[in-house]
C-alpha cells in the first residue's frame, strides 16, 4: 500500500512538471497541460441504459463541439462497438494484457466521437492486481487531449468499477423507475458513499425509462432524500429520458438514437442533460488530482481496515 501511494504521488508530481508519460509506453500525451473531463456512467442494475446513455451523451456534447471519447469498460457484456455497428481490431483486451496502449487502440466513429472498444466476456479485469488495474486507470490521463472521457461501465459493484468511479469528475448512476433497479442503484450509492470521501464526488443522478417529468422526479426525489438523510451524501438529480420506442429501434439498427431521431423524446432528454452538465463544470480540484486523493484515501482506508 505504501508503494502504490508512492507511486500515486511520483504520477502526481510528474503530472505537475507538465511531464506526464504513459505508465506502459513511456509516450507523453499530446497536450499535457489540459485535462478531460471524465464522465463515469454506472448502475446497480443491468440493462437500465448505461450504454445507450453514454454513447448518445457523447453525441450530445460533440454537437456542443467538444472532443469526445467513449470507453466500454463494461468487460462483461461490452457492446458500444455494437451499437455503433463497428468491429475494431483491437480493444481493451489488449491494452490489460499490454499490447496497445489506450491511445493505439482509440478509433473514430462515422459520428465525430472517438471509442476505446471493451472486451466483451473478458473478466480479467476484475482479476487484475490492484497495482495492474491503477496503471491502467493512469493510462487514461494519456487521453487527456480529449475534452470529454465518458465510461460506460459494468453494472453493479467491482473493485474495477469503484475505480472508474474514483477517476471520476462526474459519477452517473442510471435507474429506471423499476423498484429493483432503484434499489440496486441506491446499494451502488451506499458502497460508494462507504468507499470514498464522497463529499467532493458530483455524484449524479438520472431515471431512465420514465413515463414522464413526474414519474422521474419522484423516484429522484426518494433516492436523494435517503442518501442525503442515511449516507450523509448529496446526489444531484441530472434529469430523466423517456421510456421511447425510438430507443429499441435505433439499437436494432446499430445506430444511435440520437442520430436515428435526433427530435425524438430520449433525444430531447439527452439534449437537456448534457446542458445541464456543460453548465456545471466540474471544480477546480477534481479530476486527476481528485482522483489521486479518492485512490489515496482509499489505500488510506485499506491501510485502516
Ligand atoms: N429510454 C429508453 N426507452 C426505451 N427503451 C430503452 C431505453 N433505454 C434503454 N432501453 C432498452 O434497454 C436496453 C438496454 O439498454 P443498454 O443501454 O444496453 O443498457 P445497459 O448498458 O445498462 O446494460 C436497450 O437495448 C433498449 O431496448
Ligand atoms: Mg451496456
Do not use: W
Request: proline share 3%; with cysteine.
Amino acid at each position: 500500500m505504501e508503494d502504490q501511494a508512492e507511486k500515486l504521488r511520483e504520477i502526481m508530481k510528474r503530472k505537475k512538471d507538465g511531464a506526464v508519460k504513459s505508465a506502459h509506453t513511456g509516450k507523453s500525451p499530446v497536450k499535457p497541460s489540459e485535462k478531460a473531463r471524465i464522465i463515469t456512467v454506472t448502475s446497480g442494475k443491468g440493462g437500465v441504459g448505461k450504454t445507450n446513455l453514454s454513447v448518445n451523451m457523447a453525441l450530445a456534447f460533440a454537437r456542443l463541439g467538444k472532443k469526445v471519447v467513449v470507453m466500454d469498460a463494461d468487460l462483461g457484456l461490452a457492446n458500444v462497438n455494437v451499437m455503433l455497428n463497428m468491429i475494431p481490431k483491437y480493444n481493451l483486451y489488449h491494452v490489460i494484457k499490454k499490447q496497445k496502449t489506450i491511445r493505439e487502440i482509440l478509433v473514430e466513429t462515422e459520428y465525430g466521437i472517438s471509442i476505446v472498444a471493451g472486451a466483451s466476456g473478458f473478466s480479467q479485469i476484475a482479476n487484475m492486481g490492484e497495482e495492474d488495474r491503477r496503471d491502467f486507470i493512469s493510462e487514461l490521463d494519456s487521453l487527456s487531449n480529449a475534452d470529454i472521457i465518458i465510461i460506460d461501465t459494468s453494472a453493479g459493484v467491482s473493485s474495477n468499477v469503484l475505480d472508474f468511479i474514483a477517476a471520476a469528475d462526474d459519477a452517473v448512476i442510471i435507474t429506471t423507475p423499476e423498484p429493483t433497479a432503484i434499489t440496486d442503484a441506491y446499494g451502488i450509492i451506499k458502497i460508494i458513499a462507504t468507499e470514498y470521501d464522497s463529499l467532493n464526488m458530483g455524484l449524479k443522478l438520472v431515471v431512465n425509462r420514465a413515463k414522464g417529468a413526474a414519474q422521474a422526479k419522484s423516484v429522484a426525489d426518494r433516492m436523494i432524500n435517503i442518501a442525503g438523510q442515511f449516507l450523509n451524501l448529496k446526489v444531484d438529480y441530472l434529469g430523466f429520458i423517456y421510456d421511447d420506442s425510438t430507443v429499441q429501434h435505433a439499437v436494432l439498427r446499430q445506430k444511435p438514437f440520437m442520430v436515428v431521431d435526433p427530435k425524438c423524446k430520449a433525444s430531447n432528454c439527452v439534449q437537456h442533460i448534457v446542458e445541464r452538465m456543460d453548465r456545471n463544470k466540474p471544480i477546480e480540484s477534481a479530476g486527476f488530482g481528485a482522483m489521486f486523493k479518492r485512490l489515496f484515501k482509499s489505500n488510506a482506508n485499506e491501510n485502516a481496515v
